[in-house]
């Protein structure tokens, strides 16, 4: 990398709230591109092979800092340590303010950072923020977040799972609302997304549900469909991620066989995390 672009990159992660590099070697690998699962309809890989040879490393290694008189070494297309080691959800917040980071922020009313319990084994990850959710600042409470919580309560009430929405995290890509309700662009998915890495790396859930396609393009760099990557476990930063499909999509009419693909997604989800 040259040094214009090596300035530029820094720059770009100090303007995230980024001011602690580290070496190559400690640095968290990207998220793995679409990973094949071991055969159809198996139990979870990670309880019976927790560190896989090509798993991504653990973060107590993702947070060792580089000693200080070593440059931070960051190739192209590789990710440095993206979190400081003492990571918080408070820090990322404070670290968010009243983000100007990405175009996204002219036609917002609030940050929509997350919502529901920060120690939560499971995290449900959505798109962006709509106008319910704009305007209350919370993620999933307009008509698909009403659909997610019933999801959520039914299914696992129906398998003798007492859970409710407060005992999950949720939260999204990105945090302000696009405009129509657009789909994210890349770049804004980009900048965002290193605030939705940074909950997950300090929430280090058991699971985590990506709901629709641009959930699941952010975690697994994978321009696959849904309908694709669904029912299978994959991996985020060593973390079994179930795609499945967006509640808004499942309000549409004639979605019936999606509407049950879902809720067999969802049932695999709590039973992995929760028996
Ligand atoms: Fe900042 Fe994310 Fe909002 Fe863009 S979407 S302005 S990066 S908080
Ligand atoms: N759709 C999303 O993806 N996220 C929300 O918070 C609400 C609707």
Redesign the pocket.
Request: with cysteine.
């Given at each position: 990398m040259n040094p214009d672009d090596l300035r530029r990159r820094l720059e770009f992660y100090r303007d995230l709230g980024i001011t602690t590099l580290y070496r190559r070697g400690d640095s968290v690998s990207p998220p793995r591109r679409s990973t094949p699962d071991s055969s159809p309809g198996a139990a979870p890989a990670p309880e019976r092979n927790p560190r896989p040879p090509s798993a991504p490393p653990e973060p107590a290694s993702f947070a060792k800092p580089a000693p200080p008189d070593q440059p931070a070494l960051l190739g192209d297309g590789l990710l440095p340590g993206l979190a400081p080691p003492d990571d918080s959800m408070e820090k990322i917040r404070a670290d968010i303010g009243d983000c100007t980071r990405c175009r996204l922020h002219e036609g917002r009313t609030n940050i929509?950072f997350g919502v529901g319990n920060e120690k939560s084994p499971l995290v449900f990850v959505?798109?962006?923020?709509?106008a319910?959710?704009d305007a209350q600042g919370?993620?999933?409470?307009?008509r698909?977040?009403q659909l997610?919580t019933a999801m959520i309560e039914k299914t696992a009430a129906k398998e003798g799972i007492p859970l409710e929405r407060k005992d999950v995290y949720?939260?999204?890509?990105v945090k302000c609302r696009p405009p129509n309700?657009r789909t994210p662009q890349p770049d804004e998915m980009e900048i965002c997304g290193q605030f939705l890495f940074r909950q997950l790396m300090v929430i280090r859930p058991k699971a985590i549900v990506a709901?629709?396609g641009?959930?699941a393009k952010a975690l697994l760099g994978t321009r696959e469909g849904v309908t694709r990557l669904r029912g299978k476990w994959r991996r985020w930063n060593g973390i079994p991620v179930m795609v499945t499909y967006?509640?808004?999509y499942l309000l549409r009419p004639y979605n019936k066989n999606a509407k049950r693909e879902a809720w067999e997604d969802l049932r695999t989800v709590l039973h992995y995390v929760y028996d």
């Open positions: 929509v959505g798109e962006g923020p709509g319910d959710e919370i993620p999933f409470v307009g698909a977040g997610l949720i939260c999204n890509v309700n709901l629709g641009t959930a967006h509640p808004s």
